[in-house]
């Protein structure tokens, strides 16, 4: 599944740093629900990520954001 993680600059250039992002990742299933995120927290940057389809939903978010307790390697950014 798609999904969309949210964070800051700062934290982007430490996953990069690091290779990728340390468990548990967090994301929203849908964009507008990421861009939504976004704008009540401040944090600009969305990431897109590939989750497996039956990755666990994160309760207490509407039912639209689901946690991974694997490390999501970052290959490339556009």
């Known amino acids: 599944m798609i999904v969309w ?8 250039n430490h996953y990069m740093e690091n290779g990728g992002i340390k ?4 994301a929203w299933k849908t964009i507008q629900d990421a861009e939504r995120f976004s704008k009540q927290t401040g944090r600009r940057v969305i990431i897109r990520l ?6 666990p939903i ?6 639209m954001a689901v946690v991974s307790n694997q490390i999501h390697n970052l290959d490339h950014i556009l």
């Open 23 to 26: 468990p548990p990742v967090r």
């Open 58 to 63: 994160l309760s207490g978010h509407m039912n």
């Open 5 to 12: 993680h949210v964070t800051t600059w700062k934290k982007l």
């Open 50 to 55: 590939k989750f497996p389809e039956n990755t």
